[in-house]
């Protein structure tokens, strides 16, 4: 089924100020950019004309803390700025200047930022119970209060790309040649045109061979890792990797490559049933591959608060899991079902429907919870 796109006003949501900002190209730019579809705004990067609007002389070298847009010879390639240390005397970054409304949501100051950058991979191998929105949505959250935040998309299918609008038909070079040909992690990391302080490492349909390509190398495990060390992380505050529905090479790569787990847990009763494999799987990569790797957080995602059984997944989980799940519960909502369609994160494309506040509340919850030591 093709992907749906449409203007703020064929959604009823606009794109604009939801980036939490405004991009240093100026507000002109922004503005041009929050009323076009998608579509138009890809068709557009791909003639070379960067999404900020500067000339493609301007777009690197010049100190720019918005995260600029590098071009060499047609390509673009993200130039990501230093990252700002947390004010010492609060434990917190600094507040925008002036307050900002998203939608009709005032954003509030920026929230705790790690002192070390946080690697944190979004598994379960069942399908359809939230990793792709969890990773998307989180990261969105975390960026727009004040974090410099990367999605690793590690799914073939590519859905974290596509929700933060990122170009990623087959050939393009991705995390697959990063896995297979040992290409630089710096050179295939795009900037969200929406979201200032929000990059992507897009995926495409060519990594559903890696899986095959992966088995005859060495440390074949630990490709990803490799690649993250040899990348300078204290450009960034999170790094969250999406995993593909299974418990593969790809999903192992992203255990090695972690300090922590997420697990969105469906709030129904199958969700149960795999999780004990999943755990079994997390406690094997740390006996022999990862020694660091903590289960750090629980999501509670898809919750039909009209049904008894939610409740008793619920209750469950907390009574098993204790403090790593989080308290914010992901309700069922038909905002975040549509906000991919028109290649946005929930928190821009409808940022007063319930998804989206519950997913602000768990990434307030993560950003507040120290790591894991």
């Not at 900002?21 to 041009?32: C, D, K, M, Q």
């Not at 094997?284 to 903590?294: D, M, Q, R």
């Not at 999501?299 to 009574?319: P, Y």
């Not at 914010?328 to 998804?355: C, H, L």
Request: hydrophobic share 40%; with cysteine; charged share 20%.
């Amino acid at each position: 089924m093709a992907r749906r796109r449409g203007s703020a006003a064929q959604t009823g949501a606009g794109r604009g100020s939801a980036g939490g900002g405004t991009p240093a190209s100026g507000t002109a730019a922004s503005s041009t950019a929050a009323s076009e579809p998608a579509a138009t705004r890809s068709t557009r990067r791909s003639a070379g004309t960067p999404a900020s609007g500067r000339p493609p002389g301007d777009a690197a070298g010049n100190g720019d803390e918005s995260g600029g847009v590098a071009v060499n010879g047609g390509r673009h390639e993200v130039t990501v700025p230093a990252a700002r240390q947390p004010d010492p005397q609060t434990d917190e970054a600094p507040a925008a200047p002036g307050p900002r409304l998203v939608g009709s949501v005032r954003m509030e100051r920026a929230w705790p930022r790690p002192a070390a950058c946080r690697v944190i991979t979004i598994a379960n191998q069942k399908g359809g119970v939230g990793k792709t929105t969890t990773a998307v949505n989180l990261a969105a959250a975390l960026a727009q209060h004040g974090s410099r935040v990367l999605v690793i998309d590690l799914d073939p299918q590519g859905n974290a790309s596509t929700a933060l609008d990122v170009d990623h038909p087959a050939g393009t070079t991705s995390i697959y040649h990063v896995l297979v040909e040992d290409r630089p992690l710096v050179g295939i990391i795009r900037a969200v045109d929406d979201i200032p302080l929000l990059y992507c490492a897009p995926a495409t349909i060519d990594l559903a061979g890696a899986e095959i390509e992966l088995v005859p190398m060495v440390a074949r495990e630990g490709r990803l890792a490799r690649a993250l060390s040899s990348y300078d992380e204290s450009q960034l505050d999170y790094i969250l990797i999406d995993c593909p529905p299974s418990l593969g090479l790809l999903t192992v790569n992203a255990l090695v490559a972690a300090a922590e787990v997420l697990i969105p847990i469906q709030c129904e009763y199958y969700a149960l049933e795999g999780l004990e494999q999943l755990l079994r799987t997390v406690d094997l990569v740390k006996s022999h591959l990862n020694p660091g790797l903590t289960l750090s957080t629980i999501l509670l995602t898809m919750f039909d608060g009209r049904t008894r059984l939610a409740s008793q997944v619920a209750d469950e989980v907390r009574s098993h899991f204790g403090d790593v799940v989080l308290e914010s519960i992901i309700p069922r909502s038909v905002r975040v079902s549509e906000a991919p369609s028109y290649g946005q994160s929930v928190m821009t494309y409808d940022p007063g429907s319930s998804g989206a506040v519950a997913y602000l509340e768990a990434a307030r919850e993560m950003a507040h919870r120290p790591a894991p030591n």
